[in-house]
């Protein structure tokens, strides 16, 4: 399918443009194409600042529009996992508005589209750890690599391993374990 795709682009390319043209744009289609199988990477500033003064902002894609929906209930951010996240009407009218737009089951992404099927049969998750494909791609971790590594401390700390989860890319060739030699999954 991937070849049939990128021969259909090449021979488009071929006919508009010059070689150099046609080289640069399959460039950026495939970087494009490559790209859709991590998450759109956050580029809302409320989302950023809000979420991101006190935990890693979490690409969108990670949840469902159900668990966005009951994390950023009025009520439930007074008590966010044990701190009050409060937001001004129009911040979370703009937060809401962007990951709502954005969660795994509006989502084109390939992993977004994975972690929307493996929630499908279950009440919507609260917690990123809690969604079943996430749990199935970390399964090897024992304690040490996690629990109990000063530098992680837990799976909800994903920037701590992933080493590209600012730009939303958390492919295995990215993950680095702090105190861990090499880890390949």
Same mark, same amino acid.
């Given at each position: 399918?991937?070849?049939?795709?990128?021969?259909?682009?090449?021979?488009?390319?071929?006919?508009?443009?010059?070689?150099?043209?046609?080289?640069?744009?399959?460039?950026?289609?495939?970087?494009?194409?490559?790209?859709?199988?991590?998450?759109?990477?956050?580029?809302?500033?409320?989302?950023?600042?809000?979420?991101?003064?006190?935990?890693?902002?979490?690409?969108?894609?990670?949840?469902? !529009?159900?668990?966005?929906?009951?994390? #950023? +209930?009025?009520?439930?951010?007074?008590?966010?996992?044990?701190? @009050? &996240?409060?937001?001004?009407?129009?911040?979370?009218?703009?937060?809401?508005?962007?990951?709502?737009?954005?969660?795994?089951?509006?989502?084109?992404?390939?992993?977004?589209?994975?972690?929307?099927?493996?929630?499908?049969?279950?009440?919507?998750?609260?917690?990123?750890?809690?969604?079943?494909?996430?749990?199935?791609?970390?399964? !090897?971790?024992?304690?040490?690599?996690? #629990? +109990?590594?000063?530098?992680?401390?837990?799976?909800?700390?994903? @920037? &701590?391993?992933?080493?590209?989860?600012?730009?939303?890319?958390?492919?295995?060739?990215?993950?680095?374990?702090?105190?861990?030699?090499?880890?390949?999954?």
């Amino acid at each position: 399918m991937k070849k049939v795709l990128v021969s259909a682009v090449l021979a488009g390319l071929a006919c508009s443009a010059t070689p150099l043209q046609a080289e640069e744009s399959m460039t950026d289609w495939l970087f494009t194409l490559d790209r859709m199988k991590e998450f759109r990477p956050i580029d809302n500033d409320n989302y950023a600042e809000e979420c991101g003064a006190c935990h890693f902002a979490y690409p969108p894609g990670l949840l469902t !529009e159900a668990s966005w929906n009951k994390l #950023l +209930n009025p009520v439930a951010l007074e008590d966010h996992f044990g701190e @009050n &996240a409060e937001l001004d009407d129009e911040t979370l009218a703009d937060i809401e508005a962007f990951v709502i737009y954005n969660s795994a089951d509006k989502s084109y992404y390939k992993r977004s589209r994975k972690i929307t099927r493996s929630v499908a049969n279950i009440e919507a998750p609260m917690r990123i750890t809690e969604v079943p494909y996430i749990k199935r791609k970390h399964h !090897e971790l024992t304690d040490a690599m996690v #629990l +109990n590594n000063n530098d992680v401390r837990s799976l909800s700390n994903c @920037n &701590a391993c992933h080493t590209k989860a600012e730009q939303a890319v958390f492919d295995d060739d990215t993950v680095r374990i702090p105190n861990f030699e090499e880890w390949d999954d």
